[in-house]
């Protein structure tokens, strides 16, 4: 028998109807090596949420090789916080439910699973019980498990005997790891996920696709008569992702309606999208607008991409939520219109910026996006001057290993910018492509998952340079 887990002011145990419907806090294990693995985890969650169990936060996902049956594929390993009203078994047989109800079968103990839910720990009481041992008697040994676990509970204690030494400290402990595990953020169809952590990745070419009239360096040269073959040259020039707009966040740009912007947009993505040049590639939406993103998502598109990080519509990150996809973040101030004042930063840029960021992630995060389908994008340009985008970029690996924001890939978007143009003294935006390609180089060199550009077929192959000097 099982008592309850909840406590009366005396500290003894208590069955009472109010420590039954008190809502408490439980960590889940997330797992999996089967089918497209990222989608069999979301898929959990959701069936948490629509169980009662409210997934609060999420870890981001960690790729790892099998243990104990070697013989199998390789694991995706996350961990979530959640709030339950229900015990600790009552919890366990819902997580199990899933399991069953997702297609697990058992076959081979610690073998290949579609789906795998675990409960780490609950509260901060102890279990031990023939069906479930709380905290699970596998934090410590497993890798897997601590990292994920460490990006959302760093400071729990695990041993009640040891209240001191708190889950990060068990991470610390762990030897050096000969192959270091990497976070995984999928986008398009999975095929070439993001590893932010893997030392030898390749950087992803993201091809600008401006289908705007006025965009400040390209407005109106993607015409919808010429549009696949840009698509195509694009593909072969070595982009991997698209990322199309059709509204200019350029300053002093007037902004179109929603229904202007969608009318811009979906017919690209459809065309994207029916090429079988395009199989593989990822398309991107470069939107602020939740209506805008909603309507490209339908349409075939795989990330969104919002300037504003959900500043500028109040149902952005709502909406990235209900649409699960991969979403860029990216930091700004104010609007295109405001924003090239609000570049006072007294308190540091990268410490600010890092400040800022991390206030966009927990708001997204609330919302209910999953941390392993966050991108970030410190902004060039946006609400920083001159210099400024020269101080972002000499110390960007600084803001990547900022404390909460390690592990999430990054975009780097510095194409044909007006600082560029500022210190090489070019003037006409399409004429900055070596200045653009020094960015392009020193963006990889410091970390970038992602550059995105105008000049694809230049700077794929300066980034095939790049790679090869400091990523192989």
Not at 20 to 27: E, F, L, V
Not at 108 to 126: A, C, H, Q, S, W
Not at 172 to 190: H, K, Q, V
Request: charge should be negative; charged fraction near 25%.
């Amino acid at each position: 028998m099982v008592q309850s887990f909840s406590s009366s002011p005396s500290g003894q145990r208590c069955g009472c109807a109010e420590a039954r419907d008190a809502k408490r806090t439980a960590y889940i294990a997330l797992g999996s090596n089967m089918g497209d693995r990222v989608a069999m985890i979301d898929q959990a969650c959701r069936e948490m949420d629509a169980r009662g169990i409210k997934v609060k936060r999420t870890s981001g996902l960690w790729e790892t090789e099998p243990m104990y049956v070697l013989d199998q594929d390789r694991f995706v390993n996350g961990a979530c916080e959640v709030e339950t009203q229900l015990e600790p078994l009552s919890l366990l047989d819902q997580l199990q439910d899933i399991e069953k109800a997702m297609g697990r079968q058992k076959i081979i103990d610690k073998g290949p699973r579609n789906i795998d839910l675990d409960v780490l720990m609950y509260e901060n009481e102890t279990l031990d019980h023939e069906r479930l041992k709380i905290p699970h008697i596998g934090i410590v040994e497993r890798e897997f498990v601590l990292r994920p676990l460490a990006q959302i509970a760093a400071t729990k204690s695990i041993d009640a005997t040891k209240p001191w030494k708190m889950i990060q400290d068990y991470l610390y402990d762990l030897p050096p790891n000969a192959d270091p595990l990497s976070t995984l953020t999928p986008i398009g169809d999975g095929t070439q996920p993001l590893n932010a952590l893997k030392s030898n990745r390749k950087t992803h070419v993201m091809a600008i696709l401006n289908v705007t009239p006025d965009s400040f360096s390209d407005g109106g040269t993607h015409l919808p008569s010429s549009l696949e073959q840009t698509v195509i040259k694009f593909i072969e020039g070595g982009a991997t992702m698209i990322d199309i707009g059709g509204q200019s966040t350029a300053p002093g740009r007037p902004q179109v309606s929603a229904e202007e912007e969608i009318r811009r947009i979906v017919p690209a993505v459809e065309l994207i999208r029916s090429l079988p040049q395009a199989k593989g590639v990822a398309i991107s939406i470069d939107t602020y607008r939740a209506s805008v993103a909603e309507a490209a998502v339908r349409a075939g598109a795989d990330v969104i991409n919002d300037v504003s990080a959900g500043l500028m519509d109040p149902e952005m990150l709502s909406m990235m939520a209900k649409l699960g996809k991969t979403v860029c973040l990216m930091h700004m101030r104010g609007d295109p219109a405001t924003m090239s004042k609000l570049n006072d930063y007294p308190d540091g840029l990268v410490p600010t910026v890092a400040k800022e960021l991390l206030e966009r992630v927990a708001a997204a995060e609330a919302a209910g996006v999953r941390r392993w389908r966050i991108i970030l994008d410190p902004g060039f340009g946006f609400a920083k001057v001159g210099e400024q985008n020269i101080e972002l970029l000499r110390h960007f690996e600084e803001l990547k290993n900022w404390p909460g924001l390690e592990g999430l890939p990054w975009l780097l978007g510095s194409s044909r910018k007006s600082f560029i143009g500022k210190i090489t003294g070019v003037a006409v935006p399409g004429d900055r492509i070596f200045g653009t390609a020094a960015t392009v180089t020193a963006a990889v060199q410091v970390g970038a998952d992602i550059v995105r550009v105008h000049d694809v077929v230049e700077m794929s192959q300066v980034v095939k340079m790049a790679d090869a000097i400091w990523r192989y």
